[in-house]
């Protein structure tokens, strides 16, 4: 009896034992896909490449004139300098020559990029979203099939912005002229260097972009839906900024195939890489394959922070509009 009654007082509320605080750690759950159909990855991606690129347009016309000197008017590879060449040679609207390109380029292209990067994603991840690798693989997929929209149109966004209203009165000007006089080859002239330069840059963006944004949603995830947007554009630059940085020469490359012949440029014999490095470092040393990599850094940083806070906010949107689809069905 005596033992009945103990069991019953301790089992009294008055008697429990004071609980020890929790050693919590909330569980950051990562959906291994968005749930949202191929045609919404497509307007989220064209609705962030234009903003992206629209936005930082200016920067990248600096970029785009301190990699393509030969004979160029703009000698110096300081931004500074060649911000006010531009300036002084064209005034304002200079920095947004070939913006109209850039337009018709990047929609179609990001609506591309994105799509392929989700649906590659999903398929080489599974069900874990933690996979590193296969982010890298779906940006390399992903870069090679925009990369054939983007090309053409970034062709002749470089050459307008290289060149003076005499030698392209526009888009379509540039592309009949190029066409007559080079033939539709010269379009894809930089191909092969852009996607060996989008490809490691991709690997390393969308890689870097997805630890990051796990990271910075672990550290704080009771925030996370408050702080979305800081979360996905601190990513997005810190991605940026680093794959920028290591493709630069590349980059190089690329500007002086597209722009070769423009504006007293080098004209080179054939697309060849090692061909197009040999005469870089023939005439302004290893110096010249990094040209322009502070304006190029200063681009990717910011453009990316905006194209992925744009494009997880295009995600969301859609995201809502299925739900409440779904939960009226």
Not at 13 to 40: A, C, T, Y
Not at 151 to 159: C, I, L
């Amino acid at each position: 009896m005596a033992t009945e009654a103990t069991t019953t007082n301790f089992q009294n509320s008055d008697f429990r034992p004071v609980p020890q605080p929790p050693d919590f750690h909330p569980e950051v759950i990562v959906s291994p896909h968005d749930g949202l159909h191929f045609w919404q990855f497509m307007i989220a991606g064209s609705v962030a490449g234009c903003v992206e690129h629209m936005a930082m347009f200016p920067v990248d016309t600096v970029k785009t004139h301190m990699q393509a000197l030969g004979s160029c008017p703009i000698k110096s590879v300081g931004v500074r300098h060649a911000l006010r060449s531009i300036l002084k040679s064209e005034g304002l609207p200079g920095l947004y020559r070939g913006i109209g390109a850039m337009g018709l380029g990047a929609g179609p292209a990001h609506a591309v990029y994105f799509s392929i990067y989700e649906v590659c994603k999903k398929y080489f991840s599974g069900e874990n979203p933690n996979n590193s690798a296969a982010h890298a693989v779906s940006g390399v997929c992903a870069t090679v099939a925009s990369d054939a929209v983007f090309t053409p149109m970034d062709t002749v966004k470089q050459r307008l912005q290289l060149g003076n209203s005499a030698a392209y009165r526009g888009v379509f000007d540039c592309v009949k002229k190029v066409l007559k006089e080079e033939g539709f080859g010269a379009f894809y002239a930089s191909y092969r260097t852009t996607v060996l330069m989008n490809a490691p840059y991709t690997a390393v963006h969308f890689t870097t972009y997805e630890a990051l944004k796990r990271g910075l949603i672990e550290i704080s995830p009771e925030s996370v839906s408050d702080e979305r947007v800081i979360v996905h554009a601190t990513a997005g630059a810190l991605a940026g900024a680093s794959a920028a940085v290591i493709t630069t020469p590349l980059d190089v490359v690329k500007t002086q195939l597209q722009c070769q012949g423009v504006c007293g440029c080098d004209r080179f014999k054939s697309s060849s890489i090692g061909d197009v490095v040999k005469t870089i470092v023939r005439k302004d040393g290893y110096k010249g394959l990094v040209r322009g990599w502070i304006p190029r850094m200063l681009f990717h940083a910011p453009a990316a922070a905006i194209c992925w806070s744009t494009y997880e906010a295009a995600k969301a949107f859609f995201q809502e509009i299925n739900a409440s689809s779904e939960s009226g069905t």
